[in-house]
């Protein structure tokens, strides 16, 4: 198949109202046969594992990536220099850093574009959305700063604004907004980095202030902390949230993506910690043994391991770093992975690298 009638089919797929296990497979057996032909250290890791197009029959048989791959290695089925964007993660030094390629964003918007209408505004056509988060000028090579850029061209109102720019966060815009929304009675949306609502905590705190949002307002955060601010633990930070700003704990949302993937993962709200996540239906997520790689049952915790059809160009299969456990309805997310299993993710890695680097 070729890019483009790869694009095609996942569009279609992505727009279609649900779709069951059958359907997901053979697009996602398609899916392997493009990335096995066009990515050539994926082509050398599945061979050593011995899978290929011929003998891999499910889904769930698609041999997965480790996550820190993206930092040592282009995983990319056009040539890099045709992407018109390429993601990376967060951190300091470029080298250090993993990088997605994206030769169109066509599949990228609309897996988000769906995904967000479906799961945050929940029927709704429009709402003030404030962002705590820099914009895309000044994080070209962020997917949050591109994701919430189209979260508020295409979901919010003409009054929405971003808070953070060069100078940091821009607090009393922030309040400004707060006062406005609270005062009139239409429902306001704040969404950013985990780390962002922090120092707005802190400011209200220290000012003696609250905010009563109007009903039907929520809040939404996503990345965690990632030592930008201090670790705060969930159900204070939750409860945090709702005083502060006067929205319940079941619509202070929480987003679960990362730059190797294309598509994202919600909850309902964090009324229990962890909550469910689930995704749309081209995602499929299963938890695996890091040591074995074998699936493990339902209820039992173990790595994280994501197939992604939205993620074409790349991989659509990533082992991360995140441990996690099946429930009925999705997983619920348990942190980073410590002891024994991280061992095994680092040894998963060398494994790969080794194998890709031929």
């Not at 003030?128 to 295409?154: C, K, Q, T, V």
């Not at 406005?180 to 707005?200: D, M, N, R």
């Not at 005083?243 to 079941?250: D, L």
């Amino acid at each position: 198949m070729s890019q483009e009638e790869i694009v095609d089919a996942l569009l279609a797929f992505i727009g279609r109202n649900g779709a069951g296990d059958d359907e997901f497979e053979a697009l996602a057996l398609r899916l392997f046969a493009y990335q096995f032909k066009h990515n050539a250290p994926y082509r050398r890791f599945a061979q050593q594992r011995g899978r290929t197009p011929l003998t891999v029959r499910r889904w769930r048989d698609i041999p997965a990536v480790p996550i820190k791959a993206f930092k040592d290695l282009t995983l990319s089925c056009r040539p890099p220099d045709e992407a018109v964007r390429v993601f990376m993660t967060s951190g300091t030094t470029g080298s250090g850093r993993g990088r997605s390629y994206h030769p169109t964003l066509a599949v990228y918007d609309a897996s988000m574009l769906a995904g967000f209408a479906a799961r945050i505004m929940r029927g709704r056509e429009a709402i003030r959305m404030g962002i705590l988060f820099p914009d895309e000028a000044a994080l070209p090579n962020s997917s949050l700063a591109h994701y919430l850029a189209l979260a508020a061209e295409r979901f919010g109102t003409p009054a929405s604004a971003v808070f953070v720019g060069p100078a940091g966060l821009d607090l009393p815009a922030l309040l400004a907004a707060l006062g406005e929304a609270e005062a009139s009675g239409a429902p306001y949306a704040l969404l950013g980095a985990t780390y962002a609502f922090v120092p707005v905590l802190d400011a209200l705190r220290e000012q003696g202030r609250r905010f009563a949002l109007p009903p039907g307002s929520f809040l939404f955060e996503t990345g965690g902390f990632k030592g930008q601010s201090r670790e705060i633990e969930p159900e204070a930070f939750y409860d945090g949230l709702s005083e502060a700003f006067g929205v319940p704990r079941e619509s202070c949302l929480n987003m679960y993506g990362m730059t190797e993937l294309s598509t994202q993962f919600y909850d309902d709200g964090n009324a229990v910690c962890p909550p469910v996540k689930s995704g749309p239906h081209w995602i499929r997520s299963r938890v695996v043994d890091p040591l074995t790689g074998a699936d493990l049952p339902e209820g039992e915790p173990g790595v994280l391991v994501h197939h992604d059809l939205a993620h074409f160009n790349s991989v659509s299969a990533i082992l991360t770093e995140d441990a996690g456990v099946i429930v009925p309805g999705g997983f619920r997310l348990l942190g980073r992975v410590e002891g024994s299993a991280s061992r095994g993710c680092s040894v998963a890695v060398a494994e790969f690298l080794a194998a890709a680097q031929g």
